[in-house]
């Protein structure tokens, strides 16, 4: 059984995302976003929320990521953040975001 502790190595921060393409090469489809966490630069992700979200939609969107885990390969794309959401099953990942604005960066916790 995990435990506190494992939760809070776990380092989940908040950022909006400045920029969203295709990502034609992944096998499944996906974008590839560029967010903006404040003094902690800029990361890029792949995401598979194409089912539930247009590239406008996303743009200007706080979000909430892992943003402490390697960097994972995706197809020819280095993933450094794990964007976070929750599976509906019938329209994709549907993303977790906040309820107000707050400053990027700033750690959920």
Do not use: C, W
Request: glycine share 8%; aromatic share 8%; proline share 3%.
């Amino acid at each position: 059984m995990e435990t506190i502790e494992d939760f809070k190595k776990v380092e989940l921060r908040v950022g909006t995302i400045i920029e969203v393409n295709d990502f034609l090469e992944a096998i499944k489809p996906a974008f590839k976003l560029k967010i903006d966490f404040g003094g902690f630069g800029v990361k890029q992700s792949s995401a598979k929320i194409t089912d539930h979200y247009s590239k406008e939609d996303l743009v200007g969107r706080q979000i909430i990521a892992v943003v402490n885990f390697p960097v994972k390969k995706v197809a020819n794309y280095d993933s450094e953040v794990l964007v976070l959401g929750a599976d509906s099953h019938e329209g994709g990942i549907i993303l977790l975001e906040l309820d107000e604005p707050i400053q990027n960066g700033v750690k959920i916790s």
